[in-house]
């Protein structure tokens, strides 16, 4: 990895640059959480993608150079559960060897992060990762996974990745009403102080699976005033530009925590991600409804050139702002489910 832009990132119809590239590497999971693959409708008769359907790791590392020329400079791999891919450590490797990208994270539900996992993963060049985590106590966390996973291995596998160099880590915590909003203050003790940084998003109306209910989120201010009834912080600048989550500090310099307020606060006007499904679908917003067919072109033989064409053709096109225009959608509009899409 090196960091030395290649390009001057290419502007989408509404002037935002490219620079974040999601790629979901499997749609499958190992949970059933209720706010994106409720067990209902995941069920075992659900058809997942077949092998052949999911691009190879060839195939994405092709697929993310281009991207990367084109002035991407983070990619961040997801799912569905990336760990449930054999080998992932073989496309972390491909991926960090890209000049150009500054940042290579990935996002887990840590059930599968074992000691020797981490250790591969940052051999390959991986040096962030997110945890997703949303209670520390076993019966809330429960409901919210579907599987009956308590919480003791996940926090296990966040000392793992701190261990293993994958640090700091951050963990992702939806937070859902009546469910798991009991649930915040805790784990926002659990974590002070322990250089680990937790981030508190607002539940979303990603797909059409979780029947999302407005009445369902907690904001970003409810997040904040549940945090201040113990605990002084004060807003710290973003690290950068486009950075989803608004950070806190404690005032008692006890570390920091994030909150993201996707819902509440849409951050559309500086959306510079693109994701690509396990299938090779490119989506340029997370409540799309159709993406892009990026796998065919490149089994029929297309050229780099061709994908890069290709690729601008898309994102120069993109208005995307769904965030923003949501109040005013009167009808439900069919949305691809985020194990899909990546998270
Ligand atoms: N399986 C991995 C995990 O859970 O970390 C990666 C994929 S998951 C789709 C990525 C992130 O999306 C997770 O942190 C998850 O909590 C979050 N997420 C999923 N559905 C969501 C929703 N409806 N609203 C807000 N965040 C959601
Ligand atoms: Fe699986 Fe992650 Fe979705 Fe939970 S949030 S069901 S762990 S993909
Ligand atoms: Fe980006 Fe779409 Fe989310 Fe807006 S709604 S921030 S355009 S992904």
Redesign the pocket.
Known sequence: MDSIPKATPMLDALERPIHDLRI?VTDR?N?R?V??MPKHVFGPDYQFLKRSELLSYEEIERIASVFVDLGVRKLRL?????LIRKDIERLIAKLAGIEGVQDLSL????SLLTPKKAEQLYRAGLRRV???L?ALDGETFKSMNGVDFAPEPVLKAIDIAAVAGLSPVKI???VKRGVNDNAVLSAAEYFKGSGHIIRF???????NS?K?QADEVISAAQIRDIIEKKYSITPASPDYHGEVAQRWRYRDGSGEIGI?A?VSQPFCGSCTRARLSADGSLYTCLFASSGHDIRALIRSGATDDELSTAIKGIWSARTDRYSEIRASQSVEIPKIE??YI??
């Open positions: 979901s999971c949970f959480c706010y994106c997801t799912g569905g559960e990336p996002t887990t539900n840590g997110t945890i997703s949303d992702n915590m939806v998003i607002e539940y979303m109306d990603v797909g979780n999302w993201i996707s985020m194990s990546g998270g």
